[in-house]
C-alpha cells in the first residue's frame, strides 16, 4: 500500500511563505498526475496545481498563480508545493494526490486521484 503524506504546513501571517513536501512511501512507477488540492472550512475542495510526471507541464488555479509553484523531485519520491504572498483566504487544508493514467492533468476530481494523503493545515493570519 503506498501512502502519501503532506508536511511543512503551519500558521504564518499575510505575505509570508511556507512550501509544502508530499512524500510517497515508495516509488511509484507510471505516475502520470500528481496535484495538489484544498479545502477551507464549509467550502468545496480545489485544485490548487498540477504537474505531469514526465512533461513537468504545470497548471494551476487562476486564485495562486503567479504565488505558488508545483514541482517534484523523483530522486526522493517527493512533490512540492512552494507558496509565496500568502493571503488569509489561502487558509485551507492542503492535500497531495497521484494518480495512473494519461491525458490532461488539470480538472481531475479528488475522488478520481488511485493516491491520497491526508492533508495538511495551512492558516494565514492578516
Known amino acids: 500500500q503506498v501512502r502519501l503524506v503532506e508536511s511543512g504546513g503551519g500558521s504564518v501571517q499575510d505575505g509570508s511563505s511556507l512550501k509544502l513536501s508530499c512524500t510517497k512511501s515508495?516509488?511509484?512507477?507510471?505516475?502520470?498526475?500528481m496535484a495538489w488540492f484544498r479545502q477551507a472550512p464549509r467550502q468545496e475542495r480545489e485544485e490548487v496545481a498540477t504537474?505531469?510526471?514526465?512533461?513537468?507541464?504545470?497548471t494551476y488555479a487562476d486564485s495562486v498563480k503567479g504565488r505558488f509553484t508545483i514541482s517534484q523531485d523523483s530522486a526522493k519520491n517527493t512533490l512540492y508545493l512552494q507558496m509565496n504572498n500568502l493571503r488569509p483566504e489561502d487558509t485551507a487544508v492542503y492535500y497531495c494526490?497521484?494518480?495512473?493514467?494519461?491525458?490532461?492533468?488539470?480538472?481531475?476530481?479528488?475522488?478520481?486521484?488511485?493516491?491520497r494523503g491526508p492533508g495538511t493545515q495551512v492558516t494565514v493570519s492578516s
Open positions: 494526490a497521484a494518480m495512473y493514467g494519461g491525458g490532461d492533468c488539470a480538472g481531475i476530481f479528488w475522488d478520481d486521484y488511485d493516491f
Open positions: 515508495r516509488r511509484i512507477s507510471d505516475v502520470h498526475c
Open positions: 504537474i505531469e510526471s514526465h512533461s513537468e507541464r504545470r
